[in-house]
């Protein structure tokens, strides 16, 4: 059963930055595309960023676009979300979520039958 477990989640200051990481249980994490979705308070959860499997192909949000950056270590089983420049309205849960394929929308949750139980981010005014 893959199992994923987020990490680095916390309280910043507006401006600040996190750095997000999420680790893979399975040796197959290599060969699954990865993303990572926010939810905040009474919103239903959006799409942040997706990576493919070999790094080359990165996505995002147009509301974090330039500010915050995908990546991954097949090596570790890891995909980390650097996150800069960081608002207020970026508070929420994160999920990092993988998939073998990406059957629709990179963007989409149904996309992703993998999920971890998420970390709180909150950024202060």
């Known amino acids: ?3 994923l477990a987020e990490s680095g989640g916390g309280l910043v200051q507006a401006g600040g930055s996190l750095r ?7 040796r ?3 060969s699954r ?4 979705f926010r939810q905040a308070p009474g919103k239903e959860r959006e799409f942040v960023a997706a990576i493919t499997w070999t790094g080359a192909n990165t996505y995002y949000a147009d509301s974090v676009k330039d500010r915050f950056t995908i990546s ?3 090596a570790k089983n890891t995909v980390f979300l650097q996150m800069n420049s960081l608002k207020p309205e970026d508070t ?3 999920y990092c979520a993988g998939t073998e394929r990406f059957t629709r929308s ?3 949750t149904g996309t992703y039958p993998y999920w971890g139980q998420g970390t709180q981010v909150t950024v202060s005014s």
Do not use: G, K
């Not at 595309?33 to 990572?36: D, F, G, I, L, S």
């Open 28 to 30: 197959t994490f290599s």
């Open 92 to 94: 929420a849960v994160y």
């Open 1 to 3: 059963q893959v199992q």
């Open 106 to 108: 990179y963007s989409y």
């Open 72 to 74: 991954r270590d097949n």
């Open 20 to 26: 997000l990481s999420c680790a893979a249980s399975e």
């Open 33 to 36: 595309h990865m993303a990572w």
